[in-house]
């Protein structure tokens, strides 16, 4: 079992910078693949960045060379940090982490940006 913890979000002005945290507690050495998806008013959840065990990343192509992926095995957290932040940013993001093949998400934060 693993639970997740989000934190870091927030109202960010356009061009503005913002980083979100997710803690995992629980099995996090069982941790394979971690990620962040995203949730905006009447659209699908998307992908935006995921990062597996050994340090590999993807990005969706929206987001590419703005936001950074990365991760803390030891601590079993996973960080996005978002720069050059655009309104279409905006949505609940969601935490995800992946165990001996199981998904596990997290309650979501809220970023919006603004002016």
């Known amino acids: 079992q693993v639970q997740l913890v989000e934190s870091g979000g927030g109202l960010v002005q356009p061009g503005g910078s913002l980083r979100l945290s997710c803690a995992a507690s629980?099995?996090?050495?069982?941790?394979?693949?971690m990620g962040w998806y995203r949730q905006a008013p009447g659209k699908q959840r998307e992908l935006v960045a995921t990062i597996i065990r050994g340090g590999s990343t993807n990005y969706a192509d929206s987001v590419k060379g703005r936001f950074t992926i990365s991760r803390d095995n030891a601590k079993g957290t996973v960080y996005l940090q978002m720069n050059s932040s655009k309104p279409e940013d905006t949505a609940v993001y969601y935490c995800y982490v992946q165990v001996r093949g199981r998904p596990y998400w997290g309650q979501g934060t809220q970023v919006t940006v603004s002016s």
């Open positions: 629980g099995s996090i050495f069982s941790i394979n693949a």
